[in-house]
């Protein structure tokens, strides 16, 4: 791998190629959205700048560009389930994106687009797929007219893959979409057939014009200025640059993924269980860094169930002792220039981690004896529910961990029966607590008197 394509030159030269455009260069914001209640994790690079499309926010320039970190672990973008299986598929990702807001619209976002992918970064043409939304002639015309793509390798998408929304509600609006063509040795079809979920066309850059702002009915409301939001990512780029197939086979993959075999005494380079601990140790740190802190409810207990996939995928590779918050140090000689933000806090996000993988590792072991012993009694697929809840319950097994134990071993889990644990449990909690309401209430009576 040449110098220039290695994922850190890449992440600069597209900041480059945009700040000579005249974009004003954004550092990555926090993982955890300021005032935004509708997001639980920041998911793209567009929503630092929320409210400038929405009108509601000014700032000093109207063209921006950024290295976005993202997580897509929960809410309305969620690959969670993914990671590990899939070439692509990451709980934390980067986002390169260039925003205008009010300034230029679809002809100059799409030049610049395919300036940087053909022209800087030499990407043949030939190699490039084009999709927009079926409704939009206008970047229709675009693309075929002023840009000579061909046709032959341009195509409609509906709403679902070429609308995109941030999330239930807030700016949203048509987007076209470019893919890249890995080759016909490559099993996979063209976007928008029925092949499209294999491997050989892999989207790289998807830009959004935006348009509306979506209510909480679903209506879209014009925005007072239309603007332009795209996202590219990193990985998958520096992938192609790199002329790998995998995000995993990248240089910043690979050495974190030497650093995990490492720390867990794998061998196997190939080993998925190495691939998902460098995928969630860069999510778990980031998102310790943001200030997120593992916890039972809400963004602290996602970060908590992706330090125990992780943990137990090392406890997978046999490694019985504390091995994750080992892995902020190399994380920090990949991603530090990136991200001060990573350098100043590295002592805290290895305490952090250590304290919440010695927690676990008090259960894990026990916990999955309990499950080795109900899959090997199990008449059938279905793990039962009282099983996955006393993993949760007693084990501090988060559902999806079981999910992910349980899929391994092709089997799936009765989450009926659990939800209906999980309500007794519930009613159990409620009639206590009432309990101790009027038990209180009764010495609080008896002591006033
Ligand atoms: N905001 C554009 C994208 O996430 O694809």
């Not at 000093?60 to 690959?79: E, I, P, T, W």
Request: charged residues 25%; negative net charge.
């Amino acid at each position: 791998m040449s110098r220039s394509h290695s994922t850190t030159a890449i992440r600069q030269s597209f900041l480059d190629f945009f700040h000579a455009k005249g974009h004003e260069v954004v550092p990555s914001s926090p993982l955890v959205p300021a005032n935004d209640p509708t997001l639980l994790f920041t998911n793209a690079g567009m929503v630092q700048f929320k409210e400038v499309f929405l009108g509601k926010e000014q700032r000093a320039y109207s063209r921006a560009a950024s290295s976005q970190r993202c997580v897509r672990a929960g809410g309305k973008h969620n690959d969670l389930e993914n990671v590990g299986y899939t070439a692509r598929h990451h709980t934390f990702f980067e986002m390169l994106g260039n925003f205008s807001f009010g300034d230029y619209f679809k002809k100059d976002a799409i030049a610049y687009a395919w300036e940087y992918l053909t022209e800087v970064i030499g990407l043949p043409p030939e190699r490039l797929w084009v999709t927009v939304f079926t409704e939009d002639e206008e970047a229709a015309s675009i693309w075929l007219n002023d840009v000579g793509v061909d046709p032959a390798r341009f195509s409609r998408i509906g709403a679902k893959d070429n609308f995109w929304s941030m999330g239930e509600t807030g700016p949203c609006g048509p987007c076209t979409e470019i893919f890249y063509d890995h080759g016909p040795e490559v099993v996979g079809g063209p976007p928008g057939t029925p092949q499209e979920d294999g491997d050989r066309y892999i989207e790289i850059w998807n830009l959004v014009f935006m348009q509306y702002d979506r209510d909480a009915s679903g209506t879209l409301h014009p925005l007072p200025k239309p603007s332009v939001d795209t996202g590219m990512g990193l990985e998958r780029l520096a992938a192609i640059l790199q002329g790998v197939h995998s995000n995993y086979e990248i240089d910043l993959f690979q050495n974190l993924i030497a650093a995990a075999a490492e720390v867990t005494g794998c061998r196997d380079r190939d080993d998925k269980s190495l691939r998902v601990i460098a995928d969630h140790i860069r999510a778990c740190a980031f998102l310790i860094v943001d200030g997120v802190f593992p916890a039972n409810e809400g963004r602290g207990y996602v970060l908590r169930r992706i330090i125990r996939r992780a943990v137990r995928h090392g406890h997978k590779l046999g490694q019985r002792e504390s091995f994750f918050h080992r892995l902020v140090a190399p994380l920090v000689r990949e991603m530090g220039d990136a991200y001060p933000e990573l350098v100043a806090q590295q002592s805290q996000v290895e305490q952090v981690l250590a304290q919440d993988e010695a927690r676990f590792a008090e259960t894990l072991d026990n916990g999955l004896k309990i499950l080795d012993d109900a899959i090997t009694s199990l008449q059938g697929t279905e793990l039962a529910g009282d099983t996955v809840f006393k993993l949760y319950d007693t084990y501090g097994f988060p559902v999806d961990l079981t999910a992910d134990i349980a899929r391994e071993r092709g089997l799936t889990l009765d989450m009926t029966g659990f939800e209906r644990e999980m309500t007794a449990q519930r009613d159990r909690a409620r009639a206590a607590s009432q309990f101790a309401v009027s038990d209180t209430g009764a010495l609080a009576v008896s002591g006033s008197s």
